[in-house]
T-cell receptor, first 109, second 116 residues
Framework: DQQVKQNSPSLSVQEGRISILNCDYT??????FLWYKKYPAEGPTFLIS?????DKNEDGRFTVFLNKSAKHLSLHIVPSQPGDSAVYFC????????FGAGTRLTVKP | DGGITQSPKYLFRKEGQNVTLSCEQN?????MYWYRQDPGQGLRLIYY???????QKGDIAEGYSVSREKKESFPLTVTSAQKNPTAFYLC???????????????FGAGSRLTVL
């Protein structure tokens, strides 16, 4: 039972444009949602999070939006840079942390 | 610097052999986790431990075993019962569910296991 889903395995955008990565979840008990960034052969690193009581959290070029009624969250990167190219994992936490399958973002110069 | 150390980085195993992956953290975190990454499947939870001498099964615990005798260490044994053990294994830790907040996971660099 996959509780966290990222339905787009890949996304390609032009440098300077907006990247939007989407995530859906099924478990209403999740109280925090997080995004991690991962490069090949390395562990994921934390990017940004949002509490279930909020609908938006912003940190520089990164903004996460949460729609609890739709059980949906998204990560916006504006403007996108080539260094943002990586795999992005959506995660949701209760007593443990569950991850989506990841979306590979490619930002073209 | 505080962090998580996983070893070995690469490991080759013959079928039928048990192998143990090491995970050590000096972050004073209470909780530790093991995930497995396969292409197209993201990170799947194998086992986690919220406190010393206690651990729980994740979604894919069959064929794996763990121990948590010390706060700093959470080794994972991949047994011969694991049908498809070739994967990238990630160890992580956080402050545990007691602490309010996002309880961000800190990950190690991973161990790649290949069964020959």
């Amino acid at each position: 039972d996959q509780q966290v889903k990222q339905n787009s395995p890949s996304l390609s955008v032009q440098e300077g444009r907006i990247s939007i990565l989407n995530c859906d979840y099924t478990n209403s008990m999740f109280d925090y949602f997080l995004w991690y960034k991962k490069y090949p052969a390395e562990g994921p690193t934390f990017l940004i999070s949002i509490s279930s009581i909020k609908d938006k959290n912003e940190d520089g070029r990164f903004t996460v939006f949460l729609n609890k009624s739709a059980k949906h969250l998204s990560l916006h990167i504006v403007p996108s840079q080539p260094g943002d190219s990586a795999v992005y994992f959506c995660a949701a936490s209760a007593r443990d942390m569950r991850f989506g399958a990841g979306t590979r973002l490619t930002v073209k110069p | 610097d505080g962090g998580i150390t996983q070893s070995p980085k690469y490991l080759f195993r013959k079928e039928g052999q048990n192998v143990t992956l090491s995970c050590e953290q000096n972050l004073n975190h209470d909780a530790m986790y093991w995930y497995r990454q396969d292409p197209g499947q993201g990170l799947r939870l194998i086992y986690y431990s919220q406190i010393v001498n206690d651990f729980q099964k994740g979604d894919i615990a069959e064929g794996y075993s763990v121990s948590r005798e010390k706060k700093e260490s959470f080794p994972l044994t991949v047994t011969s019962a694991q049908k498809n053990p070739t994967a990238f294994y990630l160890c992580a830790s956080n402050a545990g569910h007691i602490v309010r907040g996002a309880n961000v996971l800190t990950f190690g660099a991973g161990s790649r296991l290949t069964v020959l």
